[in-house]
């Protein structure tokens, strides 16, 4: 009875956000999904107005309710272009949560989320075991993109041209950092995440280069967890909150002045889906996940609002490097950060950028999506790779290393010779050279 009374608060909870929704259809213009697919059920106003019964739906048919809730982005694209102001994550983060308390896990999700990804420690050993196998299951296929192929078919690889997790990740590398602030007078902690650690150690790398140049204090922790969100994206509520707990056991908002990440995806994470969850937690957590939230800033952001980094003075004439950008979704439409990554190519004097036709249109990675709904994630993201190529760059720069995964996959699967590269990763070159 208690569970049924505290379905029933969250249906009343989700009833009252989705009424602001006019179902204008605004969301059809931007939903990179409707644009591949035609289909109602796949928009925004689709979802929402499935939702809208959702308490007698999800009784009829639950999993029919999970699979139309599933096929989305989590782009963002809706709620940014929304005139009514409906907060389209929220209400679909919130309706996953409740569609998976009321059907439960599968098995695979119970194995991946509760006992290994809320566990840094086991999460690390399966990794670092995995990475070592690559070699006999995997082969390579683009020198240039590094990305690597399954060497016979299988369900969760399929024809992906993936980048392979690395042979030291960055946490074996660099366990902890704790160095008090130089020059600068700044100290800041570092939130590394998953993909940077265990596939894009040389991202990680790049931030705590360019945090050094610049005298900053540095405080990372060893034995960090994921921000959570591949476990709430499916629902998982109570292994987001075991990791949101993990982490801000770690990093003491009292301790620095900001909290750092090279994630876009993290930087939201924390930012704003960290509050929004965990507002029925004790007063405490509550108050640590706050100031955490107000204290995270994407490195870009960082490095160019707070340190000051601006475009190179010097005289490009003939720039080596041809780059163009691609906007990340949680960092462009949901935390309105565009210019600073954009400045971190411009300080580069070697280097010119080109934009591309709708950077900011989704790459298609969507996390979980790419992984339920490959085919139509590659088809978005080829769209994004005849872009890039369109521009006849030399490299493409972005701010997470999901998209860079994504972009990755489109280029080589088009045989393309393109860099993919993180924007700190550009600036970090060219404070060496």
């Not at 240039?144 to 946490?171: D, I, K, Y």
């Not at 609002?305 to 080596?320: H, N, Y």
């Amino acid at each position: 009875m208690s569970n049924i009374r505290k379905l029933a608060g969250q249906f009343k909870d989700l009833e009252e956000k989705l009424s602001v929704c006019t179902r204008c259809g605004m969301c059809q213009v931007v939903c990179p999904l409707y644009a591949e697919t035609g289909r109602e059920s796949d928009l925004a106003r689709g979802k929402l107005a499935l939702l809208d019964g959702l308490a007698q739906e999800m009784f009829k048919n639950p999993d029919g309710v999970s699979e139309r809730l599933n096929r989305c982005l989590l782009c963002g694209s809706c709620q940014a272009g929304c005139s009514s102001g409906v907060d389209v994550i929220e209400i679909f983060l919130k309706a996953r949560s409740i569609l998976a308390e009321f059907k439960g896990l599968s098995q695979t999700q119970k194995l991946l989320f509760r006992s290994v990804l809320a566990k840094p420690e086991l999460f690390n050993a399966l990794s670092n075991i995995v990475s070592k196998f690559q070699p006999l299951l995997t082969r390579k296929v683009n020198q240039s993109l590094g990305t690597s192929c399954a060497r016979m078919a299988t369900p969760l690889l399929g024809n992906r041209h993936f980048v392979p997790l690395s042979t030291e990740p960055f946490h074996q590398k660099t366990p902890m950092l704790d160095t008090p602030p130089g020059k600068s007078g700044v100290r800041v902690g570092f939130f590394v995440g998953c993909l940077l650690d265990k596939v894009f150690p040389r991202v990680a790398e790049a931030t705590i280069q360019v945090l050094q140049h610049h005298c900053v204090g540095i405080w990372m922790p060893k034995n960090q967890g994921c921000c959570g969100i591949p476990a709430l994206s499916s629902g998982d509520v109570p292994s987001f909150r075991q990791l949101v707990q993990h982490n801000i056991n770690l990093f003491d908002a009292m301790q620095m002045d900001y909290l750092i990440t090279s994630c876009a995806t993290c930087t939201y994470t924390i930012k704003k889906i960290w509050p929004m969850m965990i507002q029925s937690d004790s007063r405490e957590v509550t108050e640590k996940v706050n100031a955490l939230s107000a204290k995270t800033m994407d490195i870009s952001q960082f490095l160019v609002k707070i340190l000051g980094v601006s475009a190179s003075s010097s005289e490009k004439t003939s720039s080596r490097k041809k780059i163009t950008y691609h906007d990340p979704c949680h960092l462009k439409k949901s935390l309105g950060i565009s210019v600073e990554p954009r400045m971190l190519i411009h300080a580069d004097p070697d280097s010119s950028l080109v934009e591309m036709a709708d950077a900011d249109r989704c790459c298609g990675m969507g996390g979980s999506f790419n992984l339920h709904h490959y085919d139509l994630s590659a088809e978005i993201g080829y769209e994004k790779a005849s872009r890039i190529l369109d521009t006849g760059c030399n490299m493409a720069a972005t701010s997470c290393p999901a998209c860079m995964a994504q972009l990755s996959d489109a280029l080589s699967r088009c045989k393309s010779t393109i860099q993919v590269k993180h924007v700190v990763e550009i600036y970090a070159d060219s404070i060496r050279e």
